[in-house]
């Protein structure tokens, strides 16, 4: 089972495409609507988006795929298992519909939903897509399905950097990573300390001229790339995440940047910059090698012989 979601503004079109004759295979279920058409179900979203003209994309879209060796299984389940999609997705206070298409030739569920709930709350989309396959991957566990990025998984432990105990402690890392970035901590400081307290270091890596251009994370002694733990842990992708911090300064003064902020957290828990001597040499990525390999210098004039 895989599951892609996103937010989208032409809901209307949407709703009226999973729901057109030749492509419906049934309508599995809905949530706080009366309407069977798709005109009225359109009526009734709109009517509830009502107020929040300054939302550009009033719907969810969520479209969950079906391994066809598990069609037949699964057949007489799809709306049981849209309604558990659905509450995983914490979409009991929005108005949602859900039909299943056979028209590519594999199963599949499309579920759109009102981002505007009925207390007049805006769902939050934050990465909404990683999210979506998340809860797939965990619904299809729990449920005993095939999951979706199982094969990539396997592939990944044939590669000859990989191990049983790299691959545990990065799947450790990524869930105390993905914990604290959903609890909102208000800036970076605050996150990077929380994740400090629960093993993890967060390490600046950095060029020639001393400018932060990506990070390292250091766990039970191991070293992964941001890459490795999640998209949303990305230099750049923080950035947007934790912006400058606020602070009483001079007009002609700036806000410290991310990487500054990086700098200084790391070298305050450390009392120094980077240590590399205290990352297992189990695995250390060669990137991570060649970042703090120190030039040797040549010697002017060394090898020539007169």
């Known amino acids: 089972m895989i599951a892609k979601g996103k937010a989208i503004a032409h809901g209307t079109n949407a709703i009226r ?3 057109r004759e030749g492509k419906l295979d049934r309508l599995q279920g809905s949530n706080l609507i009366e309407g069977r058409t798709p005109d009225e179900i359109v009526s009734e979203f709109e009517m ?3 107020g929040h003209e300054r939302c550009k994309n009033k719907y969810l ?3 969950i795929g079906i391994a066809p060796a598990e069609e037949k299984r699964v057949r007489g389940s799809l709306r049981e298992l849209a309604v558990l999609f659905a509450q995983e997705m914490k979409l009991e206070n929005h108005q949602w519909i859900a039909c299943s298409h056979k028209d590519t030739g594999h199963m599949h569920i499309h579920l759109i939903a009102n981002r505007i709930g009925i207390d007049g709350s805006v769902y939050d989309t934050t990465f909404l897509g990683n999210r979506s ?7 299809s566990r729990k449920i005993g399905l095939t ?8 592939k990944e432990y044939q590669n000859r950097y990989a191990d049983p105990k790299r691959e545990a402690a990065k799947a450790e890392l990524r869930r105390i990573a993905y914990e604290e970035l959903g609890k ?8 990077y300390m929380a994740m400090l307290k629960r093993g993890v270091m967060i390490l600046p890596a950095m060029n020639k001229q001393g400018n932060v251009y ?21 230099y750049r992708t923080l950035q947007k995440q934790f912006p400058p911090a606020a602070v009483q300064r001079q007009p002609t003064q700036q806000a ?9 957290d790391t070298a305050n828990a450390l009392g120094t910059l980077t240590e590399p001597e205290q990352v297992s040499d189990e695995y250390i990525d060669p990137e991570f090698r060649l970042l703090h390999r120190k030039k040797k210098t040549k010697k002017k004039g060394a090898g020539v012989t007169r």
């Open 147 to 154: 999951v979706a990025n199982e094969v990539h998984r396997q």
């Open 133 to 139: 396959a998340r809860i797939a991957e965990e619904i």
């Open 61 to 63: 879209r969520f479209e």
């Open 184 to 191: 909102g901590h208000p800036d970076f400081r605050k996150f």
């Open 17 to 19: 495409y999973v729901m």
């Open 214 to 234: 990506g990070l390292h994370f250091v766990y039970s002694g191991l070293q992964f790339k941001a890459s490795e733990v999640g998209r949303e842990f990305g």
């Open 48 to 50: 509830m988006a009502q």
């Open 256 to 264: 410290p940047s991310l990487g500054t902020q990086i700098v200084t």
